[in-house]
Antibody
Framework: QVQLQQWGAGLLKPSETLSLTCAVN????????WSWIRQPPGKGLEWIGE???????NYNPSLKSRVTISLDTSKNHFSLHLTSVTAADTALYYC??????????????????WGQGTGVIVSS | DIQMTQSPSSLSASVGDRVTITCRAS??????LNWYQQKPGKAPNLLIY???NLQSGVPSRFSGSGSGTDFTLTISGLQPEDFATYYC?????????FGQGTEVET
């Protein structure tokens, strides 16, 4: 059974860098995309970005200038770094696995396994 | 970015009810639409992918339909464990975007 276990600092000051790590248990990186998503308190979900097993990344343009997602296959984990945080970055952060199903002419993608979430508060 | 709009934002229902939630995309995305369920304090859980495909392990009372820009999640016979918030998500193009959520409450 695939499980994602995430961790990282939960309290940051403005201008600091948010760093979170997600360990992948029970699956290899190959054939999947590995995403970070966040959810501000009482609000909806915002996709931050993803990485595949080759290290190819896609980022949300709204955060692209501040985001780096990286992969460490030797440790079976992937990480999120978000620089210059502000109060607007306060949220519950999730890691997730994106799977792909292909049929002739179609390429379906969804996120089927999620981490438990890590709360991050940005406050001076 | 593709904007996803769900309606209603919340609804009141009772056990046994048939519940319908609608999701509209700002452009045609068919059939690249997923549905998730989220309970308080928990991560989202994938219910439906590609508009109408039931994810493994999800009860058959959940179903999805739709095409183009308009999609529907139906719960046929609401169960106590179904009171939660539901999100749609487009997988047509990045950035992947979600609806604002629909809370199903008693």
């Amino acid at each position: 059974q695939v499980q994602l276990q995430q961790w990282g600092a939960g309290l940051l000051k403005p201008s600091e860098t948010l760093s979170l790590t997600c360990a992948v248990n029970g699956a290899s990186f190959s054939g999947y995309y590995w995403s970070w998503i966040r959810q501000p308190p009482g609000k909806g979900l915002e996709w931050i970005g993803e990485i595949n097993h080759r290290g190819t990344t896609n980022y949300n343009p709204s955060l692209k200038s501040r985001v780096t997602i990286s992969l460490d296959t030797s440790k079976n984990h992937f990480s999120l770094h978000l620089t210059s945080v502000t109060a607007a970055d306060t949220a519950l952060y999730y890691c997730a696995r994106g799977f792909i199903v292909t049929t002739p002419g179609y390429y379906y993608y969804a996120m089927d396994v999620w981490g438990q979430g890590t709360g991050v508060i940005v406050s001076s | 970015d593709i904007q996803m709009t769900q309606s209603p934002s919340s609804l009141s229902a009772s056990v046994g009810d048939r519940v319908t939630i609608t999701c509209r995309a700002s452009q045609s995305i068919s059939p690249y639409l997923n549905w998730y369920q989220q309970k308080p304090g928990k991560a989202p859980n994938l219910l439906i992918y590609a508009a109408s495909n039931l994810q493994s392990g999800v009860p058959s009372r959940f179903s999805g339909s739709g095409s183009g820009t308009d999609f529907t999640l139906t719960i046929s016979g609401l169960q106590p464990e179904d009171f939660a918030t539901y999100y749609c998500q487009q997988s047509y193009t990045t950035p992947w975007t979600f609806g604002q959520g629909t809370e199903v409450e008693t």
